[in-house]
T-cell receptor
Framework: NAGVTQTPKFRVLKTGQSMTLLCAQD?????MYWYRQDPGMGLRLIHY???????AKGEVPDGYNVSRLKKQNFLLGLESAAPSQTSVYFC????????????FGPGTRLTVT | AQKVTQAQTEISVVEKEDVTLDCVYE???????LFWYKQPPSGELVFLIR??????QNEISGRYSWNFQKSTSSFNFTITASQVVDSAVYFC???????????FGPGTSLSVIP
């Protein structure tokens, strides 16, 4: 099993450009999450999904959109990138939301210039 | 309000020393879950332990031990005889029954010096 994979691993964008980060999991997990990690701020939840076809906002959803068309995939979109979105993005999945451990992808380092 | 506090931003210890990482949480729920994750320099986050609020027994796994005290809302993590490979950022997290998600603390960066 690959676990949780993220594509791409690194990306540099110019302000105003758009991109989509792809997260895939092969563990048949219902729940999937997108976090951003910034120095000194830990992990902050952007959006999450409790099942195929569902999404919900986390702590810092502004400037991001997500889609979960297939159970195994969770996409994070930036429509118009801003320098404030420079961060490391982690995707995670879990069997259930609040009581089960999360499995994380390797992260995507995004720089917006 | 729900919150996870890890007051120690950075800790440095010399190899073989014991070290305790503090975690204090806030919740009004009677049922909740606590987690610790490790993020080594390579960047990936690795699950270490999960406890539910009804189980206050301390847990030991090799050199790792966890002390859960509901009376002080703390879930502290101790590494005995630390090793260089323990150098990482450690996150404490809280899962509440009223949410579908988990709240992470800001993390404690541990450096073990040879």
């Amino acid at each position: 099993n690959a676990g949780v994979t993220q594509t791409p691993k690194f990306r540099v964008l110019k302000t105003g450009q758009s991109m989509t980060l792809l997260c895939a999991q092969d563990m048949n997990h219902e729940y999937m999450y997108w976090y951003r990690q910034d120095p000194g701020m830990g992990l902050r939840l952007i959006h999450y999904s409790v099942g195929e076809g569902t999404t919900a906002k986390g702590e810092v959803p502004d400037g991001y959109n997500v889609s979960r068309l297939k159970k195994q995939n969770f996409l994070l979109g930036l429509e118009s990138a801003a320098p404030s979105q420079t961060s490391v993005y982690f995707c995670a999945s879990s069997y259930e939301g609040r009581s089960y451990e999360q499995y994380f992808g390797p992260g995507t380092r995004l720089t917006v210039t | 309000a729900q919150k996870v506090t890890q007051a120690q931003t950075e800790i440095s210890v010399v190899e073989k020393e014991d070290v305790t990482l503090d975690c204090v949480y806030e919740t009004r729920d009677t049922t909740y879950y606590l987690f610790w994750y490790k993020q080594p320099p390579s960047g990936e986050l690795v699950f270490l332990i999960r406890r539910n609020s009804f189980d206050e027994q301390n847990e030991i796994s090799g050199r790792y031990s966890w002390n859960f005290q509901k009376s002080t809302s703390s879930f502290n993590f101790t590494i005995t005889a630390s090793q260089v490979v323990d150098s990482a950022v450690y996150f404490c997290a809280l899962g509440k029954t009223s949410y579908d998600k988990v709240i992470f603390g800001p993390g404690t960066s541990l450096s073990v010096i040879p």
